[in-house]
């Protein structure tokens, strides 16, 4: 590809074969830096979610899912990150990754004003497959 010695075509063509796939198995990685993603889809997917499983058991050993909710819903998103030393989008975004429902927008200018704002949702299930 860097030297541009063929099509792309044919290099995708050469790359659909078994045998080329197993022989550059070994430079996986350097071939998707050059946009050659040898995997299949299944692959992909499976990798994917591989990743996500190890961020979230990662965030998990940083962070009570628990706790963090209840800080949550007790108190702003910035209070709450100020404790954590971080800004409001990471604590955002750590709740995300580990499933922990947030206060919508306004929902302390509407209790403040002393307005109904129902029951807060329960704590979900980390994600389908992972214990805890």
Excluded at 27 to 54: C, M, S
Excluded at 100 to 108: D, F, R, S
Aim: charged share 30%; proline share 8%.
């Amino acid at each position: 590809m860097k030297t541009k010695c063929c099509s792309e075509e044919t290099l995708h063509e050469l790359l659909r074969t078994p045998r080329i796939r197993q022989h550059l198995k070994p430079l996986g990685k350097k071939l998707i830096r050059l946009g050659l993603d040898l995997r299949t889809a299944r692959e992909r997917a499976e990798q994917a979610h591989a990743e996500v499983v190890q961020r979230t058991a990662w965030l998990l050993s940083c962070y009570n899912r628990e706790q963090l909710y209840e800080e949550v819903w007790s108190e702003p998103l910035r209070a709450v990150a100020k404790k954590y030393g971080f800004s409001d989008v990471r604590l955002g975004k750590v709740c995300k990754a580990l499933n922990v429902p947030k206060p919508g927008v306004g929902y302390w200018a509407k209790k403040a004003a002393g307005k109904f704002l129902g029951k807060r949702p329960p704590l979900p299930p980390i994600m389908p497959g992972l214990d805890t």
